[in-house]
C-alpha cells in the first residue's frame, strides 16, 4: 500500500529509473574520445617525466645504464559540481499524471548526458584558443609552440589545412613527425578524424571511397579504411578538423567522474511541493598534446 511516508519514495523511483535509462542510452561521444576515470579525491594530480632513454646494450655480470629522470610538467585536475531540480507539484499524483513525471524523468537523465557531451565538447572547441583548457605545458592544446620544461625541443600540433587530400597528407606526416621530451621519435599512429557536421561528406569521401573522388583516372584511394571518423555535431567551428591518435588520446584527454549522476529528491510532497533533480560531480582536461593535430583552415 502507498502511504504518506512512502509516495514521495515511490514518486523518486519512477522518476529516477526513467533518468538512468535515458541517461545510459544516449549515443555520446564522451565515452570514445576521453579516458573515463573514477575518483575518490577533491583533486588528481597527474605528471609526465622525461629523461628516461632506450635500452642499452648490457654485457653479462655487468648492470645496466642508468637514466636520470626528470618532471616535465604536473595537471592538476579538480571536479566541479552540476545540478538542476525541478517541482513536483502534489496534483500531478493526484490526477495520476504519470505521463508527465515520466517526461521529468526523460528530461533528467537526458540534460545530465548532454550537458557532460557539452563539457567534453567544450574542451575540443578551445583546442586553438586555450582560453579554458590547457595542455599540461600551459598552451592551448593545439598550438605551435609546444615546449619542455626547459622551453626547448619546441613542436607544432596545429595548422591550416583544409579537410581534402593535400590537407590529409601534411597532417599525418606531421603527426608522426612527433618527438618525445628528449627529441626522439615516438610512435603516433593516426587512425582517427573528429569532425564538425558540415565536413561530413567530405571525410567520408577521404576515408571511404575506394577511388579518390573528382579525379579522371579515378586512382586508387590511399586512405581508404585507414580512418575512422566521428561526426560530432557539438563542434561549433564548421572548418576546423582533428586528426587523431586514439591510443595516445586515451593516456592524455582525461574524464574524472568523482560523483556519477545521482537523482534525488527533497521536500514534503503531502505539504504542498516536492522538488526531484540530478546531480554529478566531474573534472576533465588534457595532458600531453601528442595524440592530435589540429587544423583550423579560417
Not at 592544446?141 to 609546444?146: E, L, Q, T, V, W
Amino acid at each position: 500500500m502507498i502511504s504518506t511516508t512512502s509516495m514521495s519514495y515511490v514518486l523518486d523511483e519512477v522518476v529516477s529509473a526513467v533518468a538512468y535509462e535515458v541517461f545510459y542510452d544516449e549515443p555520446f561521444a564522451l565515452p570514445v574520445l576521453f579516458d573515463m576515470r573514477t575518483t575518490t579525491r577533491r583533486r588528481e594530480r597527474l605528471a609526465s617525466i622525461g629523461g628516461l632513454r632506450e635500452y642499452a646494450e648490457k654485457t653479462k655480470g655487468s648492470e645496466p645504464a642508468e637514466d636520470d629522470i626528470a618532471q616535465q610538467f604536473q595537471k592538476d585536475f579538480i571536479p566541479v559540481s552540476y545540478g538542476k531540480q525541478v517541482p513536483i507539484e502534489r496534483e500531478l499524483v493526484d490526477d495520476e499524471e504519470w505521463g508527465l513525471l515520466v517526461d521529468i524523468g526523460e528530461q533528467l537523465g537526458y540534460m545530465g548526458a548532454y550537458t557532460m557531451e557539452k563539457l567534453a565538447a567544450s574542451l575540443w572547441n578551445d583546442m586553438f584558443t586555450g582560453s579554458t583548457f590547457l595542455a599540461e605545458d600551459s598552451l592551448s592544446i593545439c598550438n605551435d609552440a609546444h615546449v619542455n620544461a626547459d622551453s626547448g625541443n619546441s613542436q607544432d600540433n596545429s595548422g591550416t589545412n583544409s579537410l581534402n587530400f593535400n590537407g590529409l597528407k601534411a597532417t599525418r606526416t606531421a603527426m608522426r613527425k612527433f618527438t618525445n621530451y628528449e627529441g626522439d621519435k615516438i610512435a603516433v599512429r593516426p587512425k582517427m578524424l573528429v569532425v564538425p557536421t558540415d565536413l561530413e561528406e567530405e571525410g567520408w569521401e577521404l576515408v571511404k571511397s575506394v577511388g579518390k573522388p573528382d579525379t579522371a583516372n579515378n586512382n586508387a584511394n590511399f586512405y581508404n579504411g585507414m580512418f575512422d571518423m566521428l561526426v560530432w555535431d557539438f563542434l561549433t567551428d564548421t572548418n576546423a578538423w582533428f586528426m587523431v591518435d586514439p591510443r595516445l588520446m586515451k593516456m592524455n584527454l582525461i574524464w574524472f567522474m568523482r560523483i556519477a549522476l545521482e537523482i534525488f529528491g527533497t521536500g514534503n510532497l503531502f505539504a504542498g511541493t516536492r522538488k526531484i533533480g540530478g546531480y554529478f560531480r566531474a573534472a576533465l582536461g588534457c595532458r600531453d598534446w601528442r595524440f592530435v593535430y589540429g587544423n583550423n583552415p579560417s
